[in-house]
């Protein structure tokens, strides 16, 4: 794939104001990187000197201790394991689900009418507010967490994948009804480069969820993941392990959203 060539504005400024600019592109890096540090610092020394009480937050090295156990224990990683699992469970489950109806909606106007209404009025639902019913339908087991995160995940899908077949360029399938393509031809070559890059939004968006659904779904009834890791630290009153697996949690997340990102920029420069 060739390198993106540089916009003729950009080659036509001059080298001081390129250099300005890149200066300032390295200062906006460096201060996001240093502000997370500093807050670090200050949260470290106000423990130090007992303006935040350990018993409420504990210190960051503390913090980190207490991930330094339980990575040395072999719990972190079980509990890694067991949870993403069904992050991953829950997330192909909802997207076969979201991007399978949000395909067929999206085509078909009928399809439309028939299946979009019940959608809105289950995405109108608090999923969380399931909990009690899906613990009463399927048990306090693996099924009703997986079932809890597809739930979630399944609607930005759904609503992203309508959204982006139905705003495909209409000349694109002037062109097709030009050159005699199939219907497979125009879902393969017009369809899916095209929507692409929305449906990846969406599922920005679901992970986002996902991780934010398990956190929940792992607070009940659950004897193993990370959920389980918090809901034991709490019994023994161990704030610096509960927040650790919050952090845990959050990387968790954003470490996803990086991946499907990158993926997003890839599907931007295939488009393009």
Do not use: C
């Not at 937050?57 to 980190?64: D, F, G, M, T, V």
């Not at 809105?120 to 995160?149: D, Y």
């Not at 002037?174 to 393969?188: C, H, I, K, P, W």
């Not at 709490?234 to 968790?252: K, P």
Request: charge should be positive.
């Amino acid at each position: 794939m060739s390198t993106p060539a540089v916009p003729a504005t950009a080659q036509a400024l001059p080298a001081g104001t390129r250099s300005s600019a890149q200066h300032r592109n390295r200062t906006r890096t460096i201060v996001r990187w240093a502000s997370p540090a500093v807050l670090l610092v200050l949260w470290q020394l106000g423990s130090a000197i007992g303006l935040i009480s350990q018993d409420v937050l504990p210190a960051p090295s503390l913090i980190a201790e207490a991930g330094v156990e339980l990575i040395r224990n072999g719990q972190l990683v079980d509990a890694l394991r067991v949870s993403g699992v069904r992050v991953v469970e829950g997330l192909i489950l909802g997207g076969v689900i979201g991007v399978g109806l949000g395909t067929a909606v999206g085509l078909s106007r009928w399809t439309e009418a028939t299946v979009d209404p019940p959608m809105q009025m289950l995405r109108a639902l608090p999923h969380l507010g399931l909990i009690p019913l899906f613990i009463l339908w399927f048990g306090i087991g693996e099924l009703p967490k997986v079932l809890l995160v597809a739930l979630g995940v399944s609607f930005p899908l759904y609503l992203n994948t309508f959204s982006a077949i139905r705003q495909v360029d209409p000349k694109l399938f002037e062109t097709a009804d030009v050159l005699g393509f199939s219907f497979r031809q125009r879902f393969s070559n017009i369809i899916i480069p095209s929507a692409a890059p929305q449906v990846l939004v969406g599922l920005r968006q679901s992970l986002a969820i996902a991780w934010l659904t398990l956190i929940v779904a792992e607070q009940i009834n659950a004897d193993k993941g990370i959920g389980f890791l918090i809901n034991n630290a709490r019994d023994f009153l161990r704030v610096d392990i509960i927040i650790f697996g919050l952090v845990i949690y959050a990387l968790l997340g954003i470490a996803t959203d990086a991946v499907v990102r990158a993926m997003e920029r890839r599907a931007l420069r295939y488009r393009s």
